[in-house]
């Protein structure tokens, strides 16, 4: 349910939350199912924006429906308001030299992210780190539907990704539980609603999961469950991670250095796997 009659004035309530927020989630559900991931939200030419790094380009790849569903869960302030989810079609840019993210969304993504700042904040330090620069841009092109979200407020609340009506953008809702099954699978966990409707599941295809960051950003956490939705109750099929209630700590030194070795691997890997990609595409 729309709560603007008058869409335009939708987006604009979005964008104005979006632009406010420094962490978000961005949801699809395409050819491998349900699926959501923290994204930083960005803002382009006044329509919702991210700029996903290129170690994103798998989970890309499934977003075949050409929708997505922009949602602020973890609003930065109490008011509740503040979360809330836009769905719609989207725009798949692949911005392989970084140029359009530099010239358009860098500056706000060293506003928000901080290991941005440390990686591209100047020419050297882009120079030195030309693999963090390589993106993805997905822009919400416009509002099909817009919904209060209840924010996260408990280590278990998660958002519940499913496919949306007639092949349309994902629904999302807040679920919570009193204890998540383990990440190997095979458990069945009774979900509620945080807005207090019943979750109603047909059977279809379900993604659970929540996410915290450390102070820095540096540690940027994710957990989930996968499975099928049955009237109240998740079947669990596959997950990794566990809830937790406090963000994480700053990694040490070492763990620092792990990550951004990990990190580094990823981005090269897709940005590798993009520019064969483009090459064979444009032998043809």
Same mark, same amino acid.
């Given at each position: 349910?729309?709560?603007?009659?008058?869409?335009?004035?939708?987006?604009?309530?979005?964008?104005?939350?979006?632009?406010?927020?420094? &962490?978000?989630?961005?949801?699809?559900?395409?050819?491998?199912?349900?699926?959501?991931?923290?994204?930083?939200?960005?803002?382009?030419?006044?329509?919702?924006?991210?700029? /996903?790094?290129?170690?994103?380009?798998? *989970?890309?790849?499934?977003?075949?429906?050409?929708?997505?569903?922009?949602?602020?869960?973890?609003?930065?302030?109490?008011?509740?308001?503040?979360?809330?989810?836009?769905?719609?079609?989207?725009?798949?840019?692949?911005? /392989?030299?970084?140029?359009?993210?530099?010239?358009?969304?860098?500056?706000?993504?060293?506003?928000?992210?901080?290991?941005?700042?440390?990686?591209?904040?100047?020419?050297?330090?882009?120079?030195?780190?030309?693999?963090?620069?390589?993106?993805?841009?997905? !822009? @919400?092109?416009?509002?099909?539907?817009?919904?209060? @979200?209840?924010?996260?407020?408990?280590?278990?609340?998660?958002?519940?990704?499913?496919?949306?009506?007639?092949?349309?953008? *994902?629904?999302?809702? !807040?679920?919570?539980?009193?204890?998540?099954?383990?990440?190997?699978?095979?458990?069945?966990?009774?979900?509620?609603?945080?807005?207090?409707?019943?979750?109603?599941?047909?059977?279809?295809? &379900?993604?659970?999961?929540?996410?915290?960051?450390?102070?820095?950003?540096?540690?940027?956490?994710?957990?989930?469950?996968?499975?099928?939705?049955?009237?109240?109750?998740?079947?669990?099929?596959?997950?990794?991670? !566990?809830?937790?209630?406090?963000?994480?700590?700053?990694?040490?030194? /070492? &763990?620092?250095?792990?990550?951004?070795?990990?990190?580094?691997?990823?981005?090269? *890997?897709?940005?590798?796997?993009?520019? &064969?990609?483009?090459?064979?595409?444009?032998?043809?």
């Amino acid at each position: 349910m729309c709560l603007f009659a008058d869409k335009g004035l939708a987006l604009q309530n979005v964008v104005t939350v979006w632009r406010r927020s420094t &962490a978000a989630e961005m949801c699809w559900a395409g050819s491998g199912g349900p699926a959501g991931i923290p994204v930083v939200p960005l803002v382009w030419d006044d329509l919702p924006c991210v700029a /996903l790094p290129m170690a994103h380009l798998d *989970a890309v790849d499934t977003m075949t429906s050409g929708r997505a569903s922009f949602a602020v869960s973890d609003p930065p302030s109490q008011d509740a308001a503040a979360a809330v989810v836009a769905s719609g079609p989207v725009d798949i840019r692949f911005d /392989l030299e970084g140029k359009r993210f530099a010239d358009h969304l860098l500056e706000q993504e060293i506003v928000k992210h901080p290991p941005t700042r440390l990686r591209a904040d100047g020419l050297m330090a882009r120079r030195e780190n030309w693999w963090w620069m390589p993106r993805v841009l997905i !822009t @919400l092109t416009a509002v099909e539907d817009v919904r209060p @979200l209840p924010p996260r407020t408990r280590g278990d609340d998660a958002l519940l990704v499913r496919p949306g009506p007639h092949g349309g953008a *994902a629904r999302v809702d !807040t679920v919570t539980a009193r204890a998540w099954p383990e990440p190997s699978g095979g458990g069945e966990i009774e979900l509620w609603r945080r807005d207090g409707s019943s979750l109603e599941g047909t059977g279809e295809p &379900a993604f659970a999961f929540a996410h915290r960051h450390s102070p820095d950003f540096e540690r940027w956490e994710r957990w989930y469950r996968s499975g099928r939705a049955q009237g109240e109750v998740l079947t669990v099929t596959a997950g990794t991670g !566990t809830p937790e209630p406090e963000s994480p700590r700053p990694y040490n030194l /070492l &763990a620092r250095y792990r990550n951004h070795r990990e990190v580094v691997r990823a981005c090269r *890997a897709g940005i590798a796997k993009a520019e &064969a990609r483009a090459g064979n595409s444009g032998a043809g």
